[in-house]
């Protein structure tokens, strides 16, 4: 967004009935539609469509290509209590999608920061909360919450009318079924569902979409096994995986990695 320069011409396509404040940042291929609202501290890269009705605000800062749909709200203020007046970043990268009625909150303190990687899809209804960090290819199903310090690993999916507690995270590739409740850290490649969310299986359909080989599916299924079917409590699971060497060493390192961020225990 530096490169818009801080006397930007707004030259973007703005619908006469829009409100953009003084100070707001508009590359100038930028589309602001009717009765939309962009505040005096946003900034909206190339391409970014605002469609009408919709709503950024806070300090948000927007990469290309991202598209807002009616009624979306996007960098409001954080719910949190502990709010004390001051404001930190809201970031978003290239080529998000919000859908209507999604809410993103701004986080909660000065030194705080929200965050949304690249080609993030998240439906109708859909909230993100404070000090969220969403990475990469994600999908939020409608009306899927997400609580503060919530982390979303890359390419995992969520599942509608789901909740996810605060600072949970979610692996990569990981599903969480529709109507679920997350209370624990969700491990990269499985799938999980209910209330209070279980481990049901592996992610099998995600992983096949997302190009993995006939190969490693059988080895995340090895290590589903190890961790689930096997009767044995996660230090014993752990060592089970380590030791397999069939298992490629990758999506061994991708558990262990995610193991060791874990911040409410690994299901």
């Known amino acids: 967004m530096d490169a818009l320069g801080e006397n930007v011409k707004i030259m973007a396509r703005i619908h006469p009935t829009a409100i953009v404040e003084p100070g707001a940042k508009l590359a100038d291929d930028v589309t602001i539609g009717a009765y939309a609202y962009v505040g005096p501290s946003v900034c909206l890269d190339s391409g970014c469509t605002l469609h009408h009705h919709g709503v950024v605000e806070g300090n948000s800062v927007l990469g290309k290509n991202n598209e807002i749909f009616p009624f979306a709200a996007i960098g409001g203020r954080t719910q949190d209590l502990k709010y004390d007046g001051t404001d930190g970043v809201l970031r978003i990268g290239d080529g998000n999608i919000f859908r209507e009625f999604v809410t993103v909150h701004c986080p909660t303190s000065a030194n705080g920061e929200t965050r949304i990687g690249d080609g993030n899809y998240l439906l109708s209804y859909a ?23 919530v982390e979303i690993d890359s390419h995992a999916n969520i599942g509608g009318a789901s909740a996810i507690h605060q600072f949970c995270k979610v692996g990569k590739y990981a599903l969480l079924g ?85 911040s409410r225990g690994m299901l």
Not at 127 to 143: M, N, P, R
Not at 179 to 196: F, H, I, K, T, W
Not at 217 to 243: D, P
Request: glycine residues 10%.
């Open 178 to 262: 529709g109507g679920s409740a997350l209370v624990q850290d969700l491990p990269p490649y499985m799938l999980a569902e209910g209330n209070r969310a279980r481990v049901r299986s592996y992610n099998k359909v995600g992983l096949q979409r997302h190009g993995f080989s006939e190969e490693e599916v059988a080895a995340v299924r090895r290590i589903h096994r190890h961790l689930y079917g096997a009767g044995l409590n996660r230090t014993q699971a752990l060592e089970r995986v380590s030791g397999d060497d069939s298992i490629p060493g990758p999506l061994k390192e991708e558990l262990f990695q995610f193991r060791d961020r874990c």
């Open 127 to 149: 909230h993100v909360a404070h000090e969220c960090l969403l990475h990469d290819d994600i999908i939020i199903s409608t009306q899927a919450v997400l609580g503060g310090h």
